[in-house]
């Protein structure tokens, strides 16, 4: 039992780059989130969905987007990154006990 | 939607001493709310949490109170120790319970 696993770690992207930041976990739970954090910000929604095939937008939408095709994963899509996408990048699961979040992913966008 | 306000944003206290955090929120539906811990570095990790049928909850050194009438709720910290600095981020759900809205965070610092 992982958890909630997030992939890559660490990524450097060049401004107009596209990627895909990797979510999954192996808690069979339906409702699972995105969030970016930037000091002095907190942790700020971006996506998040309750189940399969349906997803919404949080608190900071705009350039992400997001799909729940499994319960399991919930990746996140940059399609064109901006330097003011530089971030630190948290999924998280909502289980038993609370929401449970990822290691994250650090972004930097040169 | 639902925003959550804290404060303060930095709070130094001396070994031993009780530390208090405070946060408002806005929705009036919201009725689940936990308070993180993240150190350095790590990922937040729940520390404690209550639900809007309980107005206060402890866990050890840690309590938190809700007032849902003035929408607002408090972390308790009894005698702190080192070990309890970190960023301390409150939060609350939104529509259901489907995500967490959180507050911007407060920086705990303990001194010996």
């Known amino acids: 039992n992982a958890g909630v696993t997030q992939t890559p770690k660490f990524q450097v992207l060049k401004t107009g780059q596209s990627m895909t930041l990797q979510c999954a976990q192996d808690m069979n739970h339906e409702y699972m989130s995105w969030y970016r954090q930037d000091p002095g910000m907190g942790l700020r929604l971006i996506h998040y969905s309750v189940g399969a095939g349906i997803t919404d937008q949080g608190e900071v939408p705009n350039g992400y987007n997001v799909s729940r095709s499994t319960t399991e994963d919930f990746p996140l899509r940059l399609l064109s990154a901006a330097p003011s996408q530089t971030s630190v990048y948290f999924c998280?699961?909502?289980?038993?006990?609370?929401?449970?979040f990822g290691s994250g992913t650090r972004l930097t966008v040169v | 939607g639902e925003n959550v306000e804290q404060h303060p944003s930095t709070l130094s206290v001396q070994e031993g001493d009780s530390a208090v955090i405070k946060c408002t929120y806005s929705?009036?539906?919201?009725?689940?709310f936990p308070w993180y811990k993240q150190e350095l570095g790590k990922r937040p990790q729940l520390i404690i949490d209550?639900?809007?049928?309980?107005g206060e909850k402890k866990d050890q050194r840690i309590a938190v109170t809700l007032n849902k009438t003035a929408k607002h709720f408090s972390l308790h910290i009894t005698e702190t120790q080192p070990e309890d600095s970190a960023v301390y981020f409150c939060?609350?759900?939104?529509?259901?319970?489907?995500?967490?809205?959180f507050g911007k965070g407060t920086t705990l610092s303990v001194s010996s």
């Open positions: 209550i639900r809007s049928n309980v």
């Open positions: 939060a609350a759900s939104s529509q259901a319970g489907t995500a967490l809205i």
């Open positions: 929705d009036s539906a919201s009725n689940y």
């Open positions: 998280a699961c909502r289980g038993q006990v609370g929401y449970t």
